[in-house]
């Protein structure tokens, strides 16, 4: 299975701005603010940076930073760029530089695969000082499994998505159905997402890595937590 495809994160891309999550991300963003301000830092790495808002407003509230995104999807990155920031479609191997700090919002660990996750945290070591921080929140299990599983429509003008959700056993997968209008017709685009379940057990197992903080929240202001928010070390 293959969570990270382009096709289907440059799909999401198109989507995005239909799927309500912006309405969320004030809220999200000021948990990283609060967790932010208790640190210091001069560089910050955002991985998955997606449109750019998140960097956008890191920019404007800590001007004395350095900021830079990166992103696997070329459109969303044309997005943020033209909205502002520095923002790169490039892979974390790539970088030749280190950053004080990296973020991660909007579940983008969720996404990674049981066979990337190691490979990943391992790459990021790379880029992350030691004693650095890597801050992300990842979805529950309360949020993957009862949250977010159903069914979706939205649609504009030009544009028709439905999604289907599904839930089993740590995995979470949506179905993504797109009708897109192109002068009189509509174009169809079908992707599949992926996304797996990652607790507490995993980042504690992470070789380098040491858990300074979790913040469980809600987000979506259910009755339980939908989210929690990792601030792991580098100790290497």
Do not use: H
Request: aromatic share 16%; proline share 1%.
């Amino acid at each position: 299975m293959e969570s990270n495809k382009k096709e289907a994160l440059n799909l999401y891309a198109k989507v995005e701005d239909l799927l309500g999550i912006k309405e969320y991300a004030p809220k999200l963003y000021s948990y990283y603010y609060e967790i932010l301000d208790t640190l210091e830092f001069n560089s910050l790495l955002d991985i998955g940076c997606g449109s750019g808002d998140f960097l956008l407003k890191l920019q404007k509230r800590y001007e004395n930073s350095r900021f830079l995104g990166i992103d696997k999807s070329s459109q969303m990155v044309k997005v943020a760029r033209d909205c502002g920031v520095d923002a790169l479609n490039i892979e974390i191997e790539q970088l030749n530089i280190e950053f004080d700090i990296a973020t991660a919002t909007f579940d983008m660990v969720n996404y990674l695969t049981p066979q990337e996750y190691i490979d990943f945290f391992n790459k990021l070591k790379s880029v992350i000082k030691k004693d650095g921080y890597f801050i992300f929140d990842v979805n529950t299990e309360f949020g993957l499994s009862d949250l977010a599983v159903g069914n979706f429509i939205a649609q504009d003008s030009n544009r028709f998505i439905t999604i289907e959700s599904f839930y089993e056993n740590g995995l979470y997968e949506s179905n993504f159905t797109l009708f897109e209008r192109v002068e009189n017709c509509y174009n169809k685009s079908q992707e599949r997402i992926f996304q797996y379940l990652y607790s507490r057990d995993f980042f504690k197992l992470l070789s380098g890595w040491e858990i300074d903080r979790v913040l469980p929240i809600k987000l979506y202001e259910m009755e339980k937590f939908d989210k929690e928010i990792y601030i792991l070390k580098n100790v290497d």
